[in-house]
Structure formats: structure tokens, C-alpha cells
């Protein structure tokens, strides 16, 4: 009884770190459409601040995707620990 407690325990573990780099991901995902979205509508309202707007909006999404890949590493380190 107390291995099967162990082996659910261990999978509850997995499923929850798997569920966390999925949300991660789709955050990451969610954040950098709307970066995109906003600067797109920006360029378009105002054409002569595209090359402002394109480096500011390169480096947001950078740093999205930074913390995404922080929150699935860590999520993987779960799993792998």
C-alpha cells in the first residue's frame, strides 16, 4: 500500500509540473500576441515610430519569453528531481 502511495504521489508531481509548463507556454503565447497586436496598431496609427516601436516590442517579447522558458525549466526540474 505505502508503494502505491509513493507512485501517485510521484505522478501527481509530473502531471502537475506538466500542466504548469503548459500554462507557462500558453502565457508566453497569449503575451507575445498581444505585444504584436498593440505595436502593429501602433505603427499603423502612427507610421513614422515603426523603428522605435519594432525594438521596444522585441525586446518585450523577449523578456515574455525569458520568464516562459524560466517557468518551464523549472517545471522540468520538477519532474527530473
Given at each position: 500500500?505505502?508503494?502505491?502511495?509513493?507512485?501517485?504521489?510521484?505522478t501527481?508531481?509530473?502531471?502537475g509540473?506538466?500542466?504548469?509548463?503548459?500554462?507557462?507556454?500558453?502565457?508566453?503565447?497569449?503575451?507575445?500576441?498581444?505585444?504584436?497586436?498593440?505595436?502593429?496598431?501602433?505603427?499603423?496609427?502612427?507610421?513614422?515610430?515603426?523603428?522605435?516601436?519594432?525594438?521596444?516590442?522585441?525586446?518585450?517579447?523577449?523578456?515574455v519569453?525569458?520568464?516562459?522558458?524560466?517557468?518551464?525549466?523549472?517545471?522540468?526540474?520538477?519532474?527530473?528531481?
Open positions: 500500500m505505502e508503494l502505491l502511495a509513493i507512485l501517485l504521489d510521484a501527481y508531481g509530473i502531471m509540473a506538466g500542466i504548469g509548463a503548459g500554462i507557462a507556454a500558453i502565457g508566453a503565447g497569449l503575451g507575445i500576441g498581444r505585444i504584436g497586436g498593440s505595436a502593429l496598431e501602433s505603427m499603423a496609427r502612427q507610421p513614422e515610430s515603426t523603428g522605435d516601436l519594432r525594438a521596444s516590442m522585441i525586446v518585450a517579447a523577449a523578456l519569453e525569458g520568464a516562459a522558458f524560466f517557468a518551464i525549466i523549472v517545471c522540468l526540474l520538477i519532474v527530473l528531481l
